[in-house]
């Protein structure tokens, strides 16, 4: 496993579970409002794995959960000796995906390794590589997302970027996911992107959020904003 940060502790990123965040290294998207600019260029400092497993280990009983986030932490090549590790200290694990890699998301859930999905939707499918700044597969996204609302404790966000996501956008996202449990709207905020430009962009007022919250309640049974 590639590491890139560790957030010993928080009460927000895993829903239920006090727990810590560890932060791969390197990604396969290229998205220009990415805020996480130093993981995905892998510009952070590389935390050997066995220090992580070793804080974990001070921490059982203390913790609950672990959140895996990137970057993009299904193309990391030790991920599921890491998650054996990760599980066999009792620890429930949530992983953040890009979605881009269903067989290796389909097999960590399948073996027990992950016990909580979230996903980000960059954009409606029309516009996925304007989002994510190179070419996808789309076939790839969708499949990830047919496999995650089969799921017991998931969620699905999108980050509300001003000139990529509006009210339609939401609408087509939200009719993608449709019947999804969970869906959060994040504010997008400028800063640390991996494209200078978009550091001089406004975020969007709270009223238009919640106007986008409305629309995806016709189609999602629970819809959030989150970061506003």
């Given at each position: 496993m590639r590491i890139g940060g560790l957030e010993k502790f928080t009460v927000t990123d895993?829903?239920?579970k006090i727990s810590c965040i560890v932060f791969t290294l390197g990604c396969n998207f290229r998205c220009p409002f990415c805020h996480n600019r130093q993981l995905v260029e892998e510009e952070a400092n590389e935390i050997p794995e066995e220090e992580i497993l070793e804080f974990l280990e001070e921490r059982e009983g203390q913790l609950e959960g672990v959140v895996l986030t990137g970057g993009e932490t299904l193309i990391q090549n030790g991920l599921f000796e890491f998650l054996e590790k990760v599980k066999d200290m009792n620890y429930s694990v949530k992983l953040d995906t890009n979605g881009s890699v269903p067989d290796s998301l389909k097999k960590v859930v399948r073996k027990g390794l992950v016990d909580y999905v979230a996903m980000d939707i960059?954009?409606?499918?029309?516009r996925y590589e304007e989002a994510?700044?190179?070419g996808v597969r789309t076939d790839k996204i969708e499949e990830s997302i047919d496999f995650i609302l089969g799921l017991e404790s998931y969620e699905f966000r999108t980050?509300?970027?001003?000139g990529l996501i509006d009210r339609e956008a939401i609408r087509n996202i939200a009719r993608r996911i449709?019947?999804?449990k969970k869906y959060f709207i994040q504010q997008f905020k400028p800063r640390n992107t991996l494209d200078d430009k978009y550091r001089k962009i406004e975020s969007l007022p709270r009223e238009e959020l919640e106007g986008f919250r409305e629309i995806a309640e016709n189609y999602v049974q629970s819809c959030e904003l989150r970061n506003v």
């Amino acid at each position: 496993m590639r590491i890139g940060g560790l957030e010993k502790f928080t009460v927000t990123d895993y829903p239920g579970k006090i727990s810590c965040i560890v932060f791969t290294l390197g990604c396969n998207f290229r998205c220009p409002f990415c805020h996480n600019r130093q993981l995905v260029e892998e510009e952070a400092n590389e935390i050997p794995e066995e220090e992580i497993l070793e804080f974990l280990e001070e921490r059982e009983g203390q913790l609950e959960g672990v959140v895996l986030t990137g970057g993009e932490t299904l193309i990391q090549n030790g991920l599921f000796e890491f998650l054996e590790k990760v599980k066999d200290m009792n620890y429930s694990v949530k992983l953040d995906t890009n979605g881009s890699v269903p067989d290796s998301l389909k097999k960590v859930v399948r073996k027990g390794l992950v016990d909580y999905v979230a996903m980000d939707i960059k954009a409606p499918l029309s516009r996925y590589e304007e989002a994510c700044g190179i070419g996808v597969r789309t076939d790839k996204i969708e499949e990830s997302i047919d496999f995650i609302l089969g799921l017991e404790s998931y969620e699905f966000r999108t980050t509300a970027v001003p000139g990529l996501i509006d009210r339609e956008a939401i609408r087509n996202i939200a009719r993608r996911i449709d019947g999804a449990k969970k869906y959060f709207i994040q504010q997008f905020k400028p800063r640390n992107t991996l494209d200078d430009k978009y550091r001089k962009i406004e975020s969007l007022p709270r009223e238009e959020l919640e106007g986008f919250r409305e629309i995806a309640e016709n189609y999602v049974q629970s819809c959030e904003l989150r970061n506003v």
